[in-house]
T-cell receptor, first 109, second 116 residues
Framework: GQSLEQPSEVTAVEGAIVQINCTYQTSGFYGLSWYQQHDGGAPTFLSYNALDGLEETGRFSSFLSRSDSYGYLLLQELQMKDSASYFCALNSGNTPLVFGKGTRLSVIA | DTAVSQTPKYLVTQMGNDKSIKCEQNLGHDTMYWYKQDSKKFLKIMFSYNNKELIINETVPNRFSPKSPDKAHLNLHINSLELGDSAVYFC???????????????FGEGSRLTVL
């Protein structure tokens, strides 16, 4: 089966940088995705890593190390609106995405 | 235009009742899903359909029955509702079954079901 582990909560200061880690276990691997979900909203896609290394999209970056079964989401120049839950999700091929339990990010002034 | 839309957004009902949630996507995607998000925000796959055919049926009670009249629609019918069915149900779609694509799912806004 597949499983993902990520911290349940993270708190960071506005303007700072925060990293949300995700480790996974799977027998097959296509890629690791990240989703953002605000309270009462739908999950929305942020980024995807299929290969090792860093993918940058504006203030958000995502990193993958396939040999370590590890990835992280990096959020820079934090804004209050970044307060949300962040999910890593595993694409292991032939099955729907399997989501981690989410990390609730609180950005404080 | 809403890419993935589901109705109703809120549903409050009594135990034992039967209810349906409808989902439509206008993205031209081949694959649609139902996910359940519980009170702890855990997103769990329930069903996956590809071109109207059931691909994945996770360990979901058979009180839950999905129906896909065409590849743009995936409805969820729930019989004999139980308290534990209270959750937010998300419909989603993707191209190429997300198995070989970029892993991007497009979610509807969710249907919050409360069973009393």
């Amino acid at each position: 089966g597949q499983s993902l582990e990520q911290p349940s909560e993270v708190t960071a200061v506005e303007g700072a940088i925060v990293q949300i880690n995700c480790t996974y276990q799977t027998s097959g691997f296509y890629g690791l995705s990240w989703y953002q979900q605000h309270d009462g909203g739908a999950p929305t896609f942020l980024s995807y890593n299929a290969l090792d290394g860093l993918e940058e999209t504006g203030r958000f970056s995502s990193f993958l190390s396939r040999s370590d079964s590890y990835g992280y989401l990096l959020l820079q120049e934090l804004q209050m609106k970044d307060s949300a839950s962040y999910f890593c999700a595993l694409n292991s091929g032939n099955t729907p995405l399997v989501f981690g339990k989410g990390t609730r990010l609180s950005v404080i002034a | 235009d809403t890419a993935v839309s589901q109705t109703p957004k809120y549903l409050v009902t009594q135990m034992g009742n039967d209810k349906s949630i409808k989902c439509e996507q206008n993205l031209g995607h081949d694959t649609m899903y139902w996910y359940k998000q519980d009170s702890k925000k855990f997103l769990k796959i329930m069903f996956s359909y590809n071109n109207k055919e059931l691909i994945i049926n996770e360990t979901v009670p058979n009180r839950f029955s999905p129906k896909s009249p065409d590849k743009a629609h995936l409805n969820l019918h729930i019989n004999s509702l139980e308290l534990g069915d209270s959750a937010v149900y998300f419909c989603a779609s993707s191209q190429e079954g997300a198995a070989s694509g970029p892993g991007e799912l497009f979610f509807g806004e969710g249907s919050r079901l409360t069973v009393l």
